[in-house]
């Protein structure tokens, strides 16, 4: 079994939240994230759009390009979802070019997670047949992306459409096989999901995975009638792995069971004033690779 390890750039700049590592230069992000061990990095907002800009600079790092996020509306898209392909198709395009794995899908219509004066339980919720349409919608838009070279890997996420185990069912349920899932350990705990039983019911499904970790004391304090989802990011909700509550082990354990191969991306938003990136991100791979090697993978491409 192979594996790669990644990292997100969010732990040095948050997109979502200016104030959190804002003015981080992205040469810090790729030296730190080299130096603790990780062979790529997905895509963040001070990242070059552009082939020719962005290759050498990953290069000169030793870092693959492995994947990133894309705000995606099909939620609300016209049918025919002419100009959500006309929006996707540059980064697509970067993607490909690059050898990322996949694109990050997260649905961004009607989202309140970057809000801060939204609080969690005013996220948006849609009925069974909604998202029925939706699923529809999205697979059409997925093997648009197929046909671009780059699989889709849905991204459930807490304050968005799709953010309950049991709104993964119901869209598993109605999309085809060109939209993969994307195992986020963190974001499915902190919505009362069991970390197994989505592993058991979806592991053929799923062509990405984040480790992001939980501090379930903060999550648990959390007020979601007047707290938001930035607010729990703030309150340290997230961290990395070996550093909150979930156990990676039997996790690693299963997606081997399973047959994932890929990469293992390591995303913990927090105030880096409080938890260093560099710092972190070290711990991260460390706990990590201890999980990943007793679940009897390789790991590929680490730094020495």
């Known amino acids: 079994m192979k594996a790669k390890l990644g990292i997100a750039p969010i732990a040095w700049t948050n997109d979502d939240l200016p104030e959190l590592g804002g003015d981080t230069p992205l040469e810090t992000c ?3 994230s ?27 790092h030793e870092l693959y390009l492995c994947s990133g996020w894309y705000s995606g509306t099909v939620l609300d898209a016209p049918d025919d979802l002419v100009a959500e392909k006309e929006k996707a198709f540059a980064q697509l395009k970067l993607f ?24 969690l339980n ?13 699923g529809r919608r999205l ?15 849905f991204h459930h996420h807490m304050a968005t459409a799709i953010e309950t185990e049991r709104d993964i069912d ?14 986020d350990t963190g974001h499915l705990r902190f919505a009362g999901a069991d970390l197994f039983r989505v592993l058991d019911k ?54 081997a069971e399973i047959g994932y191969e890929g990469w293992f991306v390591v995303e913990a938003e927090q105030d880096p004033t409080k938890a260093p990136p560099g710092e972190f991100a070290k711990i991260g791979h460390k706990a990590l690779t201890q999980a990943l090697t007793a679940a009897g993978y390789e790991i590929e491409g680490a730094a020495v």
């Open 30 to 32: 790729l030296r730190e």
């Open 34 to 60: 080299r130096a603790a061990g990780f062979s790529g990095v997905e895509m963040g907002g001070k990242f070059p759009r552009t082939t020719a800009e962005l290759e050498p600079i990953l290069q000169s």
């Open 96 to 119: 490909r070019e690059l050898g990322a794995p996949c694109i990050v899908y997260g649905e961004t219509a009607g989202t309140l997670q970057n809000r801060r004066n939204a609080p």
């Open 122 to 134: 005013l996220r948006r919720r849609l009925w069974e047949d909604e998202i029925k349409a939706y």
């Open 139 to 153: 697979t059409r838009f997925a093997e648009y992306c197929a046909e671009q070279g780059m699989p889709l890997a």
């Open 170 to 183: 119901i869209l598993m349920d109605n999309t085809g096989p060109a939209v993969g899932l994307l195992y």
């Open 202 to 255: 979806y592991g053929c499904r799923i062509n990405h995975v984040h480790t992001k970790d939980l501090r379930g004391k903060v999550v648990a304090k959390l007020d979601r009638e007047r707290q938001s989802f930035l607010d729990a990011v703030l309150a340290g909700a997230f961290t990395v792995p070996g550093d909150g509550d979930i156990d990676f082990g039997p996790v690693t354990k299963r997606l």
